[in-house]
């Protein structure tokens, strides 16, 4: 009893003694500097046509060996964001039925570059030594190769998403749309990225970057201005404040009103976010599609859709597992198993 109750609080002390998000904060510090973009508000009034594909570039900066993560690392953190903005998610089902009319697909793949900006090949994966130990979120070092980071490429045609060891306990942070481009983009502890066994709980499962991004297509935090409820989404109950842990169903707040402690946009730890709802959905596709369209303007990146090849029994199709482009001359095949996968092979 004492043992589960020591593990209990232990968990409670982890997740406030580490800032969640630095997004707000961050966004009240380049206006006062003057040097952000007043974001427009995004028009929900959207059509759909089909699957959105992103090409993202990650930019891994490291001291040492252990802030140099692997690739596997990087491909574990891309199927989690390719399944949270798509509904696919396994932990989906555990959606509270009290939500399950408003849960949103946002309709977004992300896929590693094929391309660099001038045109060679890519693996979508930069890696920079440094001289720096850790980077602050106050000064944007990371993202200037003359401080010891890594310029980004263009922000107009690609997602940019810096890796590196942040000072305190800041796991992620993020631009809102109408960011300067020379730093537009999300920045990520190398501890916090992706699944692996040794990532810290409770923020290993690759959740960080998911939030992360909301911000960077135009999401606010659903505790945002408190019970006042102005996120932006009129189906996000509104919550008085952040939810940290895994707090069981229901929760209440704000007169009494039934908390969405499962978004993604909450605080919670990993394992205990796991749904957008439709508003939010609806906002971060408006948003790509007016502020940030023209990372849709490029052929830097192709998701494969593999039902299309199912029925093709003549043929042996290469699937890059990331979704990318395989029909070129030249190809790169990356397979991440984190033990998970039921591999069959069926000869016919």
């Not at 850790?134 to 810096?162: A, C, H, Q």
Request: proline share 4%; aromatic share 14%.
């Amino acid at each position: 009893m004492y043992r589960l109750l020591f593990f209990f609080c232990l968990s409670i002390f982890f997740s406030f003694s580490q800032n969640r998000c630095g997004s707000e904060e961050y966004r009240n510090m380049l206006i006062e500097k003057n040097i952000f973009i007043k974001q427009k508000k995004a028009n929900q009034n959207i059509i759909r046509s089909g699957q959105y594909n992103i090409p993202v570039v990650f930019h891994v900066i490291f001291n040492n060996d252990q802030q140099n993560i692997p690739d596997s690392q990087i491909f574990s953190q891309l199927e989690v964001l390719n399944q949270d903005y798509n509904a696919q998610n396994t932990d989906f089902t555990n959606v509270p039925e009290e939500f399950s009319d408003v849960t949103g697909d946002v309709g977004i793949n992300f896929c590693l570059a094929e391309f660099d900006p001038d045109g060679n090949p890519s693996t979508g994966i930069t890696r920079t030594s440094t001289e720096e130990f850790s980077f602050s979120m106050s000064d944007d070092k990371m993202k200037m190769t003359i401080e010891g980071g890594v310029d980004p490429w263009d922000t107009e045609r690609y997602l940019n998403i810096w890796v590196c060891n942040l000072n305190g306990s800041l796991l992620g942070f993020s631009t809102y749309p109408g960011a300067d481009p020379l730093i537009d983009g999300v920045v990520i502890d190398y501890e916090y990225l992706g699944v692996l066994i040794n990532s810290p709980y409770p923020y290993n499962l690759g959740r960080t970057a998911t939030h992360e991004l909301g911000h960077f297509f135009g999401l606010e935090h659903t505790f945002y201005a408190g019970c006042s409820d102005w996120d932006g989404c009129d189906d996000t109950p509104p919550i008085a404040t952040s939810t940290f842990g895994c707090p069981d169903f229901p929760q209440e707040s704000c007169n009494n009103v039934v908390s969405m402690t499962m978004n993604f946009m909450d605080y919670t730890n990993d394992a205990c976010m796991y749904m957008f709802t439709q508003c939010q959905a609806d906002i971060m596709l408006s948003t790509l599609i007016s502020q940030r369209a023209t990372l849709l303007e490029n052929s830097f990146c192709e998701y494969n859709n593999v039902d299309e090849f199912l029925n093709q029994k003549n043929l042996v199709k290469v699937i890059d597992l990331l979704g990318r482009d395989t029909n070129h001359n030249r190809f790169n095949i990356h397979l991440y198993d984190d033990g998970s996968v039921e591999k069959k092979y069926i000869i016919d």
